[in-house]
């Protein structure tokens, strides 16, 4: 059997099967076809051709081919080890996603924000009082990045739902629960802002079981648990609470092999070039490593932890910042590092053709459609 990909040359087809290309073009002349080395065939031809040769074809995508060959082979269970598991906070406009997060960090994001809105995601690590490390995600609150959000509860191992005490079940609380539910993540829920008059968490936990969501101290499966993002209250046992869920899910990894991951955000910066935040989810990431992402690939020239610090490497779990890609990847692409330059080249290459093609097509089919239109 032969995978061979639409569109193949003459002489992409007689390597596939290790024959001479003139070989195959003797063939095809006895069967009456006159083609060029590097003529691409159609289908029909391909599978003509190759039956001469005794092999039965079998067709895939150009993207499939592409994709299938960075596949990760399933680790061993021996080279497993324990990881950070990685949390993403989500809830409506200004529940206090960002003020939860600042306080566990004990830094200022929120104040630092222009208007205090988080206009990207961030990734940070963080240690529990006893030690532990999660890696949380900070995610925006607004419509318009629903679709960032959803790539972010993609990656993430355990969701915090921030729902405001002294508001209610808002439609981004809503559409937060489902992305979480559709990507099967473990919620728990921070009822926040509990210091603040009016909050009423009771009302809260009636509007979720109403969901069909009922809580744990109402006897359901959902963790909860009241919190201020002004003075703590609550903070560690929300911690507590993650990690639990997270202890359920057995999270590891295998730190021993060439990392893989997703991209979080990207930036052009003045002065250093792109930025890329990413996640390294398995595998170890090294300063040096050749890094694919999308149609991108370039060496990391520098690698920064989520405080600025400089790292020469970053195992399972961990967000880092690198210079090195020559444009912006989008986030939520996976990354993989290649052996040699030579086979991120090719694979970025081939990728930016499909791109390119994917491309073409869609204008052509747009172009149909405003010549239908002004008929
Ligand atoms: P977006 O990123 O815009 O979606 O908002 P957010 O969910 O990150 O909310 P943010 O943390 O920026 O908080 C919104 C407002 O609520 C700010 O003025 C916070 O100071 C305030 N706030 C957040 N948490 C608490 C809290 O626990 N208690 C009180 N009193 N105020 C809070
Ligand atoms: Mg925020």
Redesign the pocket.
Same mark, same amino acid.
């Given at each position: 059997i032969l995978k061979v990909t639409e569109f193949v040359s003459a002489n992409d087809l007689a390597s596939l099967m290790s024959v001479s290309v003139n070989d195959v073009i003797a063939t095809c002349m006895s069967l009456g076809m006159f083609v060029s080395i590097n003529q691409r065939l159609d289908a029909e031809a391909i599978t003509v051709i190759a039956d001469e040769f005794d092999y039965e074809v079998q067709f895939v995508s150009a993207e499939e081919e592409i994709e299938s060959s960075l596949v990760e082979e399933p680790d061993d269970e021996a080279d497993l080890q324990p990881r950070a598991p990685i949390v993403t906070i989500m809830?409506?406009?200004?529940?206090? !996603?960002?003020?939860?997060l600042?306080y566990i960090r004990r830094t200022r994001v929120?104040a630092g924000?222009a208007g205090?809105?988080?206009q990207h995601i961030g990734a940070y690590s963080v240690k529990t009082d006893d030690d532990r490390m999660i890696t949380f995600l900070?995610t925006?609150?607004?419509e318009a990045f629903t679709a960032m959000r959803a790539r972010g509860a993609k990656v993430t191992d355990v969701v915090i739902i921030?729902i405001?005490a002294d508001d209610s079940v808002m439609p981004q609380t809503r559409e937060a629960i489902n992305h979480a539910q559709v990507a099967g993540v473990p919620i728990v829920f921070a009822f926040?802002?509990?210091?603040?008059p009016g909050a009423n968490t009771d009302k809260i936990r009636e509007e979720l079981s109403q969901m069909n969501m009922l809580v744990e101290e109402w006897g359901g499966k959902y963790q909860t648990q009241e919190?201020?993002? !002004?003075?703590g209250l609550g903070i560690s046992e929300l911690l507590e609470k993650v990690l639990l869920e997270a202890e359920l899910l057995e999270l590891k990894a295998n730190p021993n092999k060439r990392a893989t991951g997703n991209v979080i955000e990207a930036e052009l910066d003045k002065g250093r070039g792109y930025v890329t935040t990413m996640l390294v989810q398995n595998g170890t990431l090294r300063q040096g490593d050749i890094i694919l992402v999308g149609a991108h690939f370039g060496r990391i020239r520098a690698m920064t932890g989520d405080t600025g610090q400089r790292l020469k490497e970053a195992g399972p779990s961990t967000p880092v910042q690198i210079l090195g890609l020559p444009g912006a990847p989008q986030a939520g692409d996976k990354f993989n590092v290649m052996e040699t330059e030579r086979e991120a080249r090719e694979i970025a290459n081939k990728r930016e053709q499909l791109l390119r093609e994917q491309n073409m097509r869609t204008r052509k089919h747009i172009t149909l459609e405003e010549i239908g239109r002004r008929k």
């Open positions: 809830g409506h406009v200004d529940h206090g !996603k960002t003020s939860l600042d929120a924000e205090g809105i988080t900070d925006p609150g607004h921030v405001a926040s802002k509990v210091d603040k919190i201020s993002s !002004k003075s």
